[in-house]
């Protein structure tokens, strides 16, 4: 039986997000307490014991993405899909979703890309991987902004900057961002006379030997002013303060301006895609 989840079944999903020999995950520990209390996915049970779950993020403007998929050892793929999806997107519909998205590894996440377009999720885009080992700078960008570390009461004017740069689907929710405020080793604004005009935030890995670049935004009613080359400046210094071997970015393969200015300072592609699947609910 596939049923909504609820908060009681965190122990379950966690050991079975862990352990299962077959898992896509791409949330923290803090996301899936917060989302399973909320409802934000389905359990499929035998008997008593949940044998597999499928969780999502919470949605903006009726758009979601795929969080969180496991299937114990021993589940047919395609049937656990088949009886899951069903009562998943009825649960993410009662809540006002109309879209579904998912990004995955093709090669990680060889499993389950297949499956999911075997039950009508369609191609979208690609995501493209870009790497910086030369950590020099070649310009400092616009020195007029002001770069300073940002503050949790600095989240509403972040969320502003995020909603007005991007379409809904790739947009931060405010649990994500609040977080990284409150605890990412690096969260910048940009300000211009007190305003805050873009921001830049940034995660370290593997014991801070690579940094990943996973934000960097500018109000549009301020682009081409060097705001993006400031921040992105302050992104690589950063990196080089942490004695990083790498830092790291991912961008849409169709958002060729951004994919000009990072190979201007110096990024390269890895070769590495990330495959974006898209399921249209309907009414």
Not at 95 to 116: C, K, M, R, S
Not at 149 to 170: G, H, I, K, M
Not at 237 to 242: D, K, P, R, S, V
Request: with cysteine; aromatic share 8%.
């Amino acid at each position: 039986m596939a049923r909504p989840v609820q908060a009681t079944d965190l122990t379950a999903v966690t050991r079975l997000l862990r352990e299962a020999g077959r898992r896509y995950y791409a949330m923290t520990g803090a996301d899936l307490e917060h989302l399973m209390a909320q409802q934000w996915g389905v359990v499929l049970e035998v008997g008593s014991t949940i044998v597999a779950s499928a969780l999502a993020n919470q949605p903006t403007e009726g758009i979601c993405w795929i969080y969180a998929v496991a299937l114990g050892d021993g589940l047919d793929l395609r049937f656990a899909l088949a009886t899951l999806l069903p009562v998943f997107e009825a649960t993410l519909r009662r809540q006002g979703v109309h879209t579904i998205f998912y990004a995955g590894d093709e090669q990680a996440d060889a499993w389950l890309v297949p499956a999911l377009q075997s039950q009508q999720f369609e191609s979208e885009t690609e995501v493209v991987v870009y790497e910086k080992r030369q950590l020099h700078i070649p310009h400092q960008g616009n020195l007029e902004i002001t770069v300073r570390s940002a503050l949790p009461l600095d989240l509403p004017a972040v969320l502003a900057v995020d909603r007005a740069c991007f379409e809904p689907q790739w947009t931060k929710d405010a649990t994500i961002m609040r977080t990284a405020l409150e605890q990412g080793p690096y969260v910048v604004v940009a300000e211009h006379e007190e305003a805050i005009v873009g921001y830049a935030y940034a995660t370290t890995h593997f014991g801070g030997r690579l940094v990943h670049l996973v934000r960097i935004a500018v109000d549009p009613a301020w682009r081409g002013k060097a705001i993006g080359v400031r921040l992105l400046a302050d992104v690589v210094a950063f990196t080089i303060a942490q004695r990083a071997h790498v830092l790291t970015l991912n961008t849409q393969a169709y958002n060729m301006q951004a994919q000009r200015l990072y190979q201007w300072f110096g990024f390269v592609t890895t070769g590495e895609r990330q495959l974006i699947l898209r399921r249209n609910l309907h009414p």
